[in-house]
């Protein structure tokens, strides 16, 4: 695509206001990991299920794409450091006072709520990968979200 449509393109995509989530995982070696997205969507209800994209060129692809089950914990808008920590390249580590280890996975503090799935389908689209999963538990917390909106964090109030 040429350089210009690719512009536009950028332009028109930022001009969608979403939430900011991170996906947070443990590593095949046993490192406490995260990855900040904002193309999470819901799916399903019946079955539970959710999806979110993966850029294919991502460092993460192969670690992700193997995974059973994964958190995806949807950040405040006080979380605005978290959600870049976790888009830095080759710096995907959480920091233990961020999250708590549960039987679910690792579940990111003072979040506004999460969600514990497992794998379902990963659909080879264009320069991501669609990833369906299915939901097994959820919990809601109080706070307002992250928003990424214009390029930009933002919070919903202001
Ligand atoms: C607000 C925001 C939303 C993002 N959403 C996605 C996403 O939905 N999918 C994705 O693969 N990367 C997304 N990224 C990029 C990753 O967080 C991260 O920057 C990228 O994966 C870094 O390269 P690496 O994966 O090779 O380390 C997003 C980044 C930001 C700042």
């Not at 979403?18 to 590593?27: H, L, M, N, Q, R």
């Not at 692809?61 to 390249?89: P, R, V």
Request: glycine share 6%.
């Amino acid at each position: 695509m040429l350089d210009e449509a690719n512009k536009d393109l950028r332009n028109i995509f930022s001009k969608f206001a979403t939430g900011v989530a991170a996906i947070t995982f443990e590593s095949s070696n046993g490192l406490n990991l995260g990855i900040t997205i904002n193309s999470y969507t819901s799916l399903s209800l019946d079955p539970p299920m959710v999806l979110w994209c993966l850029d294919k060129d991502s460092d993460l692809y192969e670690e992700i794409t193997i995974l059973d089950k994964y958190i995806i914990n949807f950040l405040s808008e006080e979380q605005k450091d978290i959600a870049n920590s976790l888009a830095q390249k080759n710096d995907h580590i959480l920091n233990a006072d961020q999250f708590t280890q549960t039987d679910k996975g690792l579940v990111i503090k003072d979040s506004i709520g999460w969600i514990a799935c497992t794998k379902n389908t990963i659909i080879d689209s264009g320069d991501h990968s669609i990833l369906t999963a299915n939901v097994y538990d959820t919990k809601i917390s109080d706070g307002y979200p992250l928003v990424f909106w214009g390029s930009s964090y933002r919070s919903l109030l202001r």
